[in-house]
């Protein structure tokens, strides 16, 4: 159960974040620390007991089906760090 | 003068300003003044708005001459930088969020602004809300106003992650805070700094504009120095919002009138599961204070359990860091904030860099976390279960509150620690959270007050937890404590 | 089944192929699922877009009832089972057109469960393809790539639109019947009104999942062609396909389960250069939304409002108007011209004599013309006016076919052109007769071969009659008298 350092790198991947060999075995070194301390869920009996869906003791909120946003493209934009053409810049991408 | 002004509480201040003894102006001036003499050394406020509070203060006079007075006309406050508000830096005191100016307002702080408060500035946090010792920012840290009396040279944590908010009320920075709670995060600071937290129930208050770290956990609150201002502040921030999905449909009630009541008869529940081995002997006894004061009030003492608390901790950080993984995939460089990118670079390279250079190691700690209990294979063993003790966790306190009517804790296991003090181990850091996480993921209202001076000098909080949206029951019994106890001060400020 | 099954011939055998479609449409709605900005097409970039919908810190999603009732509306025409509970998940990956950094969709559990569609094919057989699910999602939004060689531009306009992804069973097994399919459904979402079934616009598109076998072996491993938006394409595409895994099965390969795209210049599939290995989506309900929960109350009231479907439409057709299959097949296939033919029987018309005009002549012409019959330049009410110039004998059907090219020209009412070009059709007898006798009394050579048996001559002498009276002899009285006089 313990994580490799190749497996910190294959999570690191799904979430997007650069780390340095140094800093993967120092995560997983980190990682394992708590992992180890959660283990004792394991032992909580959870037969028959339904995942809690919320606390909220409502049910989803409908709303109309009336348009009440956007037309606000310079909002939008405004916080960008690289636009044109009013729209976002990103790197090309080749599908 | 100006040391009177901001000596008030935000009770007296709203009462002065409306029997016209002192201007909203006034108060604003000596506030602002107060933080350039004071902020520096605590590095409470991170952004500061001086001309908006002025602005603010000086229409909320003009209101208040035509006697058309919001809950908090004229009242300056301090807003977490984890708030969205229109203009003005907010940046969950990440780099990632570098420069993120919102053209948009959170349902809080237009509420607040609605109620006539004045916004003296944007206050310290942990990175994205994830902490207890507000040492993760990337403003630096921030201080506790507090100094221990057999240290006193040593800079203490004021707790986290509403760290500023709690340093910035205890030192009179302003007369109240908003704090965001979702493990903790307003009780224990507010426990740290001698200072009043209220968490509310879960949906009490919108979410909507407040920047997201666990979307299940996450509720904002008001930190202030007296539980008739935190009552105050709960009632202007509170109220269902249409556009929070998760925002109770509930009116708001009165909560300052909930005041006063007493507490004869009402049940004081003592969970057994709270007297943890190890914890330190002034936390017990500052306990027992807090039962003896209710039980001399005419409260009834009542043993109760709460048999799944230990698991609290490692449920909490399976489900937390899972939303949280989530939540924060959508700072990515493209649309705000930092952006690392070189020429050549491909969309891969862009988020990888960015969120790499943008992200603290907490936060980093936490993403990995959450994105592997949440992966493939792995699911059912962590989240799935996570969720099935959170259901327990719940269940238990439903239980307990068939046998009485609030709950009587301690909020932190200890007092505030020296900057430094603290363990390298995150799961060291995490227990300070012990006292705080159940009722979080409960989604009950919960509050810390302060009960007293630890043997350093420092304070010591206690906490009442209550029954969904029954957050008047817990202002009630803690206003009885407050009667008694009385608040506490920071020398100097 | 009357036809041979499809199979693939490779070198070794012949191979049976298996398909699947999931099939994104989206909603019919002003605004989008999770946040107000409008739906719309061709603004300007960004401009149908919300805070909530560019994923900006603090923003949260509140779904729209009307996507929740289109959803409900398509499950009930798919004769599928309602679930009263559903959930909102959250589909975590990252890509430049999903700001959130995840998708909101539904996993485990879908607002609509098992149903089926009946499709009917060429040879006029019919088969039922089951459906699996079809749930709630968010659409993305679109990058742009033509402006710059080093960067792509986000439009997020499509971003948070509400989409239905309609998963079928793998009970497909040959391109037509996927195109059948594809089609029906279409036609379904339409006939609903939940789906404007726009393809260029791409508002209905199809992933086809493809896998080919032995027959009689269990399935292979399928690979998944994206984005399909027309029919022909999806044809070829298939074809393509299933070709290219025998090829490598039969050369002792394994088939890499992959995603793939469609050539339509080259006609051929290939690999999607960025989707790398399987993603891990991490699902988990989103903590942002509570479960979606109906009452069957709700559902039965939507279930009051169902128009005729397709399905119920041809049966009335056949049963009902007596219609041949075929016939009404085509009719019902399309809602505008269900609606068509809905409109000339309301008016009166004889049903059969509406369909045969409706079916050879109007589509006919609306093809050449490149137009769908819901622009056709003759509407439901202008054709009733030439059918009832026909049922009443006015002009004959061949008469009836140059008034109805003439209507296509000028755009003329029937009645006016039949006025104006004389073409009111002799029904006096005493014209007709005259007419015979004189056309009689010219062949009299023909006369004679005729009654000493040869039968074939009756068609000269109607010919001449016809160009006698200008093409203008009602051909039932014609026909009548003449065989009279020449008996």
Request: proline share 5%; charged share 20%.
């Given at each position: 159960?313990?994580?490799?350092?190749?497996?910190?790198?294959?999570?690191?991947?799904?979430?997007?974040?650069?780390?340095?060999?140094?800093?993967?075995?120092?995560?997983?070194?980190?990682?394992?620390?708590?992992?180890?301390?959660?283990?004792?869920?394991?032992?909580?009996?959870?037969?028959?007991?339904?995942?809690?869906?919320?606390?909220?003791?409502?049910?989803?909120?409908?709303?109309?089906?009336?348009?009440?946003?956007?037309?606000?493209?310079?909002?939008?934009?405004?916080?960008?760090?690289?636009?044109?053409?009013?729209?976002?810049?990103?790197?090309?991408?080749?599908? | 003068?100006?040391?009177?002004?901001?000596?008030?509480?935000?009770?007296?201040?709203?009462?002065?300003?409306?029997?016209?003894?002192?201007?909203?102006?006034?108060?604003?001036?000596?506030?602002?003044?107060?933080?350039?003499?004071?902020?520096?050394?605590?590095?409470?406020?991170?952004?500061?708005?001086?001309?908006?509070?002025?602005?603010?203060?000086?229409?909320?006079?003009?209101?208040?001459?035509?006697?058309?007075?919001?809950?908090?006309?004229?009242?300056?406050?301090?807003?977490?930088?984890?708030?969205?508000?229109?203009?003005?830096?907010?940046?969950?005191?990440?780099?990632?969020?570098?420069?993120?100016?919102?053209?948009?307002?959170?349902?809080?702080?237009?509420?607040?602004?609605?109620?006539?408060?004045?916004?003296?500035?944007?206050?310290?946090?942990?990175?994205?809300?994830?902490?207890?010792?507000?040492?993760?920012?990337?403003?630096?840290?921030?201080?506790?106003?507090?100094?221990?009396?057999?240290?006193?040279?040593?800079?203490?944590?004021?707790?986290?992650?509403?760290?500023?908010?709690?340093?910035?009320?205890?030192?009179?920075?302003?007369?109240?805070?908003?704090?965001?709670?979702?493990?903790?995060?307003?009780?224990?600071?507010?426990?740290?700094?001698?200072?009043?937290?209220?968490?509310?129930?879960?949906?009490?208050?919108?979410?909507?504009?407040?920047?997201?770290?666990?979307?299940?956990?996450?509720?904002?609150?008001?930190?202030?120095?007296?539980?008739?201002?935190?009552?105050?502040?709960?009632?202007?921030?509170?109220?269902?919002?249409?556009?929070?999905?998760?925002?109770?449909?509930?009116?708001?009630?009165?909560?300052?009138?909930?005041?006063?009541?007493?507490?004869?008869?009402?049940?004081?529940?003592?969970?057994?599961?709270?007297?943890?081995?190890?914890?330190?002997?002034?936390?017990?006894?500052?306990?027992?204070?807090?039962?003896?004061?209710?039980?001399?009030?005419?409260?009834?003492?009542?043993?109760?359990?709460?048999?799944?608390?230990?698991?609290?901790?490692?449920?909490?950080?399976?489900?937390?860091?899972?939303?949280?993984?989530?939540?924060?995939?959508?700072?990515?460089?493209?649309?705000?904030?930092?952006?690392?990118?070189?020429?050549?670079?491909?969309?891969?390279?862009?988020?990888?860099?960015?969120?790499?250079?943008?992200?603290?190691?907490?936060?980093?700690?936490?993403?990995?976390?959450?994105?592997?209990?949440?992966?493939?294979?792995?699911?059912?063993?962590?989240?799935?279960?996570?969720?099935?003790?959170?259901?327990?966790?719940?269940?238990?306190?439903?239980?307990?509150?068939?046998?009485?009517?609030?709950?009587?804790?301690?909020?932190?296991?200890?007092?505030?620690?020296?900057?430094?003090?603290?363990?390298?181990?995150?799961?060291?850091?995490?227990?300070?959270?012990?006292?705080?996480?159940?009722?979080?993921?409960?989604?009950?209202?919960?509050?810390?007050?302060?009960?007293?001076?630890?043997?350093?000098?420092?304070?010591?909080?206690?906490?009442?937890?209550?029954?969904?949206?029954?957050?008047?029951?817990?202002?009630?019994?803690?206003?009885?404590?407050?009667?008694?106890?009385?608040?506490?001060?920071?020398?100097?400020? | 089944m009357s036809q041979t099954?499809?199979?693939?011939?490779?070198?070794?055998?012949?191979?049976?192929?298996?398909?699947?479609?999931?099939?994104?449409?989206?909603?019919?709605?002003?605004?989008?699922?999770?946040?107000?900005?409008?739906?719309?097409?061709?603004?300007?970039?960004?401009?149908?877009?919300?805070?909530?919908?560019?994923?900006?810190?603090?923003?949260?999603?509140?779904?729209?009832?009307?996507?929740?009732?289109?959803?409900?509306?398509?499950?009930?025409?798919?004769?599928?089972?309602?679930?009263?509970?559903?959930?909102?998940?959250?589909?975590?990956?990252?890509?430049?057109?999903?700001?959130?950094?995840?998708?909101?969709?539904?996993?485990?559990?879908?607002?609509?469960?098992?149903?089926?569609?009946e499709i009917t094919l060429k040879d006029g057989s019919t088969?039922?393809?089951?459906?699996?699910?079809?749930?709630?999602?968010?659409?993305?939004?679109?990058?742009?790539?033509?402006?710059?060689?080093?960067?792509?531009?986000?439009?997020?306009?499509?971003?948070?639109?509400?989409?239905?992804?309609?998963?079928?069973?793998?009970?497909?097994?040959?391109?037509e019947?996927?195109?059948a399919?594809?089609k029906k459904?279409?036609t379904?979402?339409?006939?609903?009104?939940?789906?404007?079934?726009?393809?260029?616009?791409?508002?209905?598109?199809?992933?086809?999942?493809?896998?080919?076998?032995?027959?009689?072996?269990?399935?292979?491993?399928?690979?998944?062609?994206?984005?399909?938006?027309?029919?022909?394409?999806?044809?070829?595409?298939?074809?393509?396909?299933?070709?290219?895994?025998?090829?490598?099965?039969?050369?002792?390969?394994?088939?890499?389960?992959?995603?793939?795209?469609?050539?339509?210049?080259?006609?051929?599939?290939?690999?999607?250069?960025?989707?790398?290995?399987?993603?891990?989506?991490?699902?988990?309900?989103?903590?942002?939304?509570?479960?979606?929960?109906?009452?069957?109350?709700?559902?039965?009231?939507?279930?009051?409002?169902?128009?005729e479907l397709p399905d119920q439409k041809k049966q009335r057709y056949v049963e009902t108007l007596g219609l041949s299959a075929y016939d009404a097949g085509v009719i019902s296939a399309e809602k505008e011209a269900a609606d068509y033919f809905d409109a000339l029987v309301n008016a009166g018309h004889d049903a059969k004599l509406a369909s045969n005009w409706m079916t050879v002549e109007l589509f006919a012409r609306l093809n050449k013309l490149g137009v769908e019959i819901a622009e056709s330049p003759i509407t439901a009410a202008q054709l009733s006016g030439l059918l009832a110039l026909i049922e009443d004998n006015t002009i004959s059907g061949k008469i009836a076919k140059t008034v109805f090219e003439k209507m296509f020209e000028s755009g003329k009412p029937a009645k006016q052109i039949v006025d104006e070009e004389g073409l009111v059709q002799v029904t006096d007898t005493g014209a007709i007769e005259q007419a015979i006798a004189e056309v009689i009394a010219a062949n009299a050579d023909k006369v004679a071969e005729y009654k000493s048996g040869k039968d074939k001559l009756f068609g000269f002498f109607v010919g001449q009659v016809m160009k006698a009276t200008g093409g203008k002899a009602n051909p039932a009285m014609l026909n009548e008298l003449l065989k009279k006089q020449l008996s």
């Open positions: 159960m313990a994580l490799t350092d190749k497996d910190v790198k294959k999570i690191a991947k799904l979430a997007r974040i650069r780390l340095s060999e140094a800093e993967v075995t120092h995560y997983a070194g980190e990682i394992n620390g708590i992992l180890k301390w959660i283990e004792q869920l394991q032992e909580v009996n959870t037969e028959g007991v339904a995942p809690l869906a919320s606390v909220s003791q409502q049910a989803l909120p409908w709303r109309a089906d009336v348009v009440s946003d956007g037309n606000i493209r310079d909002a939008v934009l405004k916080n960008a760090p690289m636009q044109n053409y009013g729209c976002f810049a990103v790197p090309k991408v080749i599908e | 003068m100006m040391t009177a002004a901001t000596h008030m509480t935000l009770a007296e201040a709203r009462d002065a300003l409306k029997a016209k003894k002192i201007s909203s102006v006034e108060l604003t001036q000596a506030h602002l003044d107060a933080i350039a003499k004071h902020n520096p050394a605590l590095n409470a406020y991170v952004h500061h708005t001086a001309e908006i509070a002025l602005a603010q203060a000086k229409a909320a006079d003009a209101k208040l001459a035509r006697g058309e007075a919001g809950l908090l006309e004229g009242i300056p406050i301090g807003v977490k930088d984890l708030f969205c508000t229109k203009g003005v830096g907010s940046q969950a005191a990440s780099h990632i969020l570098d420069g993120f100016k919102p053209e948009y307002e959170s349902t809080v702080t237009s509420k607040l602004f609605n109620e006539g408060a004045v916004m003296l500035g944007k206050l310290n946090m942990d990175e994205f809300a994830m902490g207890s010792a507000n040492i993760t920012s990337h403003y630096g840290h921030c201080i506790n106003p507090w100094k221990s009396k057999t240290a006193p040279e040593k800079q203490l944590v004021p707790g986290g992650s509403s760290g500023g908010s709690s340093a910035a009320v205890a030192a009179r920075l302003c007369f109240m805070a908003t704090g965001t709670d979702t493990g903790g995060s307003i009780r224990q600071p507010a426990a740290f700094t001698g200072i009043v937290g209220i968490k509310p129930t879960y949906g009490r208050v919108s979410r909507w504009g407040v920047i997201a770290f666990a979307s299940s956990l996450d509720q904002a609150g008001p930190m202030t120095r007296s539980v008739r201002d935190a009552a105050i502040s709960l009632a202007a921030v509170s109220g269902h919002d249409p556009k929070d999905s998760t925002s109770a449909t509930l009116d708001v009630p009165n909560f300052e009138a909930a005041l006063g009541q007493g507490v004869r008869g009402l049940k004081v529940g003592i969970p057994r599961e709270y007297r943890m081995e190890g914890t330190h002997p002034e936390i017990l006894a500052a306990w027992d204070k807090g039962v003896a004061i209710l039980k001399a009030a005419g409260a009834e003492i009542v043993d109760v359990s709460l048999p799944h608390t230990k698991y609290a901790l490692p449920t909490y950080y399976i489900i937390a860091p899972a939303e949280a993984s989530s939540n924060l995939a959508r700072y990515d460089g493209v649309r705000f904030g930092l952006r690392v990118s070189e020429e050549g670079d491909s969309l891969d390279d862009l988020y990888e860099k960015t969120r790499a250079a943008g992200f603290g190691a907490e936060v980093k700690r936490r993403i990995l976390i959450g994105t592997y209990v949440l992966s493939a294979g792995y699911y059912d063993a962590y989240y799935k279960k996570a969720q099935r003790v959170r259901a327990l966790i719940a269940q238990d306190f439903k239980t307990a509150f068939e046998a009485c009517d609030v709950l009587l804790t301690p909020t932190a296991p200890s007092d505030a620690f020296a900057i430094g003090d603290n363990s390298q181990d995150p799961v060291a850091m995490y227990l300070n959270d012990v006292f705080t996480i159940p009722a979080s993921l409960a989604g009950l209202p919960a509050m810390s007050l302060p009960i007293g001076l630890s043997s350093n000098g420092l304070p010591l909080g206690l906490q009442l937890i209550g029954r969904s949206f029954d957050e008047a029951t817990v202002l009630n019994a803690a206003d009885v404590i407050e009667r008694e106890v009385g608040t506490l001060a920071p020398e100097g400020y | 099954p499809y199979r693939i011939h490779g070198k070794t055998g012949e191979w049976e192929v298996i398909l699947g479609l999931e099939v994104h449409a989206q909603v019919t709605s002003n605004a989008k699922l999770f946040s107000g900005a409008p739906v719309g097409f061709g603004s300007e970039e960004n401009q149908n877009v919300s805070f909530v919908d560019a994923g900006m810190p603090g923003m949260l999603p509140v779904i729209n009832e009307k996507c929740i009732e289109q959803a409900v509306r398509t499950g009930l025409g798919l004769n599928a089972q309602i679930n009263l509970t559903s959930v909102f998940d959250r589909k975590n990956y990252f890509y430049a057109d999903l700001p959130q950094g995840y998708q909101i969709s539904q996993f485990l559990d879908p607002i609509v469960g098992k149903g089926v569609i088969r039922q393809i089951g459906v699996t699910r079809l749930h709630l999602e968010q659409d993305a939004g679109k990058s742009l790539h033509e402006h710059s060689p080093k960067y792509s531009f986000i439009d997020l306009n499509r971003s948070g639109v509400a989409l239905m992804e309609i998963v079928s069973e793998p009970d497909m097994r040959s391109p019947e996927a195109a399919y594809f459904l279409r379904i979402l339409m006939y609903l009104g939940t789906c404007d079934g726009n393809l260029e616009q791409g508002n209905m598109r199809a992933d086809v999942n493809v896998s080919v076998r032995r027959p009689g072996e269990p399935f292979g491993t399928r690979c998944e062609i994206k984005n399909m938006n027309s029919v022909r394409f999806m044809l070829k595409a298939i074809e393509f396909e299933a070709t290219r895994q025998v090829a490598i099965l039969e050369a002792g390969g394994t088939i890499d389960q992959e995603t793939r795209l469609f050539d339509p210049g080259t006609g051929e599939t290939r690999t999607m250069r960025s989707k790398e290995d399987a993603h891990d989506y991490r699902y988990f309900p989103d903590p942002d939304l509570l479960p979606l929960v109906l009452t069957q109350d709700y559902v039965d009231a939507i279930r009051a409002t169902l128009p």
